[in-house]
């Protein structure tokens, strides 16, 4: 990922781009259709069911990235609660995927996982099977 700086980085949501032209296209055609008769409507309700569909995914999208920076902030307040100082420092030579993995450790054992996940490299996939203590997390989406 390149780096960010205050020229670069302005944010181009280009799914949203793609489905408001799906949208406004489809409307085009729709009214044509009803309006001027055109024989449009078959391609334009095609382009809203697309439309409708790129809105959902996003929709599910969005709210997955900022459920897990979310979980990023709660770990980070976790671990600077229940840790002894410096350690939580630790934290932050994760990945995000590792870290939501890491949320499922108890407090007793979440000191011991974490050094053991940045020793290790561990796949999210290990760090949940390492955890012994399940916390369950019934919030997800």
């Keep these: 990922m390149t780096s960010q700086s205050a020229t670069n980085h302005a944010h181009h949501p280009i799914p949203t781009y793609v489905a408001a032209a799906l949208w406004l296209a489809s409307v085009v055609l729709l009214v044509g259709a009803s309006w001027a008769d055109w024989n449009t409507h078959d391609p334009g309700v095609t382009l809203l069911a697309l439309a409708v569909l790129a809105l959902i995914a996003m929709s599910r999208w969005y709210v997955v990235k900022l459920q897990d920076r ?22 932050a030579q994760l990945s995000p995927k590792q870290v939501t993995a890491l949320r499922f450790a108890s407090d007793d054992e979440l000191g011991d996982l974490l050094a053991r996940a940045v020793g290790e490299q561990m796949t999210p996939t290990a760090i949940k099977q390492a955890v012994k203590q399940w916390r369950p997390d019934f919030l997800r989406t």
């Design 70 to 91: 979310i979980i990023l902030l709660e770990m980070q307040v976790r671990c600077a609660r229940v840790l002894p100082a410096g350690q939580d420092e630790l934290l």
